[in-house]
């Protein structure tokens, strides 16, 4: 299945969270300094990436080595322990375009409560000055983009408040054991959430009503699950010209709980596919909002059809179809319960993410809705995990929902997705999950 990172070599672009570079001898001691540089000043940022294979016009750079085997995840751990502190790792990955060419993406997470130092000069010029980067300085992403010293308080001020937020979490997460662990049940919290999640089941019916051609193994209608979320929190709404770029930063923290390659509320660049304004309601009233419609005309062997809406004042809702309706034979027989809780465990740590985003966010209500379980059986898309056959459901729906303080999806985020994930795996006759089950899952979660 195309990850969603094929986006970014398929339309290759500059932003203050990619960095593009050419081809480049990973064993020379200038242009480790200067990849030094540039994942220091991402980390700084929040999480970016760095894509090789292209130059500063976007187009495809010559001389492609005859291996990418140079680009590996030793090479850049080594560069980041050489350089900088505190150390973290970042993921490698070779990423195939559509033209069926392959590039090497470094992700680099975003920095947690401490931002990321050079420690060492990189090597010297003739003159005996560094090169790439100089020892004791900060580095941060800025237009252009380039990544540069820090030398305003106005670029501190970003990285300060996300060292803040990390700290304030890290801060809530060794108090929670003085918390309450009930949920708050807000008086019309439930409601809003409803009627949020019901105006985009329809919307989402609306749209594959009017898709021609449209091709899916089962009917598509009947066979989905839609997820939604509400944050509860006092501040402004994100204003929608930030919310795109905003979705990206948040989509680069939810992997590392959750990465199979194919994200939740992903923002497409490509045109056909990007994300765009629309007003939330179908007569053309209410605020703005971002919605991606995958749904399309065509087939999908490389795709989801997937739907989804976030709105600036932190409502989420992703509709999507079985992939095991996909990827096994026989679509319409199977679900798999890794697949169940993955996805619920992403939609919580997405939630989490994006309410780091309203400083006065307490609460977040979550709705999940799966359709089409009448007759499917148990199975796992990885033919290395096995389940006992003969679990069958006879229950074709099934909603499950609650409230939790945003702390919880930090600090139980195992017992979050077991109540709402488990009552599904429940109708099948799996009587034994569990918090504890999710917990022994959760490793295999992250694929890439």
Known sequence: MTIDLTDLVDSPREALDIELKSWLDLSEGVNKANLARHIAALCNHGGGYLVFGFQDDFSVAPDRP??????????????????LLPTFECHVLKVESSAGQEYPIIHIPGHEATPVCAVRDGPQDGNGRPQGLRSGTYYIRAPGPESTPITSPQQWSALIRRCILNDRETLLREMSHVLQ????????????????????GERFDSLLNAAQNFSWPVPLADNHYRLSYLIRHEDQHIPINQLRALLEEVNNEVRDTVWTGWSMFYPFTRPEIAATVHPENPDGTGGDLLETNLIGNGQFDTSMPDFWRVAPDGRATLVRGYREDARLEDPGQWLSPETVLRETAELIRHARAFARHFPTASTVSFRCTWTGLNGRQIRDIDPSIYWSPG????????????????????????????????????????DFCSKEMVAGMAPRFVKL
């Not at 005859?66 to 350089?83: E, G, M, P, Q, T």
């Not at 662990?181 to 985009?200: C, F, H, M």
């Open 181 to 200: 662990d009930k949920q708050t049940g807000v008086p019309g919290i439930e409601e809003r959430l409803s009627a949020w999640d019901k105006a985009n």
């Open 391 to 430: 679990r069958i459901a006879t229950a074709t729906k099934r909603i499950t929902g609650g409230e939790w303080p945003v702390v919880k999806l930090n600090t139980d985020w195992h017992q979050i997705v077991a109540e709402l994930g488990c009552p599904i795996l429940t109708l099948f006759g799996i």
């Open 66 to 83: 005859a291996s990418l085997d140079a680009y590996n995840h030793d090479v850049f751990n080594a560069i980041i322990k050489r350089y």
